[in-house]
T-cell receptor, first 115, second 113 residues
Framework: DGGITQSPKYLFRKEGQNVTLSCEQN?????MYWYRQDPGQGLRLIYY???????QKGDIAEGYSVSREKKESFPLTVTSAQKNPTAFYLC??????????????FGSGTRLTVV | SQQGEEDPQALSIQEGENATMNCSYK?????LQWYRQNSGRGLVHLIL?????REKHSGRLRVTLDTSKKSSSLLITASRAADTASYFC?????????????FGKGTHLIIQP
């Protein structure tokens, strides 16, 4: 079955550590996105990528980094520069950035906690 | 960035009743989408309505869009316990969502058995 896989489901980070969240899709989608969700809040866009080897900052990119070396993969690194990283992170993909006819497919999320 | 805002923030109804949630947004859109999120899970796409459409149906879901008022509503008819979830509206920009959808804070719907 096609879909998006995020791993791990739960992640604990110590102060000052960098951690990487994995996002893999087998939907052959061009565009991929990372969102952050805080309790009781909506989603805020961190980074997005419309094509391999290209990505753009979203609304809250500070303290995060991404790469898009393969179409299927869009990992997110939460760096030590992100002062409040505890949140639920969601990865999504869409079939084509030029077609406004389809919704996003989301992964099941990674819950990151700073300890 | 433009943002959708859902209303109410929380809604509790009896099973079998209809549930209506509203969304307002600030700037012009190409389309508006509704998503559902069960607790601790990812979002699931429910329905997309284009700016030139006024109403759309999908099963027990009915979505309306009023671009003059910059608002949309999601109606769930004959609610079931499994409909308990948070519901989000999302709006796109000039590139049809290519530079990321903007989500509201959601309506938390509880269906009482």
């Amino acid at each position: 079955d096609g879909g998006i896989t995020q791993s791990p489901k739960y992640l604990f980070r110590k102060e000052g550590q960098n951690v990487t969240l994995s996002c893999e899709q087998n939907l052959n989608h061009d565009a991929m996105y990372w969102y952050r969700q805080d309790p009781g809040q909506g989603l805020r866009l961190i980074y997005y990528s419309q094509i391999v080897n290209d990505f753009q900052k979203g609304d809250i990119a500070e303290g995060y980094s991404v790469s898009r070396e393969k179409k299927e993969s869009f990992p997110l690194t939460v760096t030590s520069a992100q002062k409040n990283p505890t949140a639920f992170y969601l990865c999504a993909s869409s079939i084509d950035f030029g077609i406004p006819n389809y919704g996003y497919t989301f992964g099941s999320g990674t819950r990151l906690t700073v300890v | 960035s433009q943002q959708g805002e859902e209303d109410p923030q929380a809604l509790s109804i009896q099973e079998g009743e209809n549930a209506t949630m509203n969304c307002s947004y600030k700037t012009s859109i190409n389309n508006l989408q509704w998503y559902r999120q069960n607790s601790g899970r990812g979002l699931v796409h429910l329905i997309l309505i284009r700016s030139n459409e006024r109403e759309k149906h999908s099963g027990r879901l009915r979505v309306t869009l009023d671009t003059s008022k910059k608002s949309s509503s999601l109606l769930i008819t004959a609610s079931r316990a499994a409909d308990t979830a948070s519901y989000f509206c999302a709006t796109d920009g000039e590139r049809g969502g290519a530079d990321g959808l903007t989500f509201g804070k959601g309506t938390h719907l509880i269906i009482q058995p």
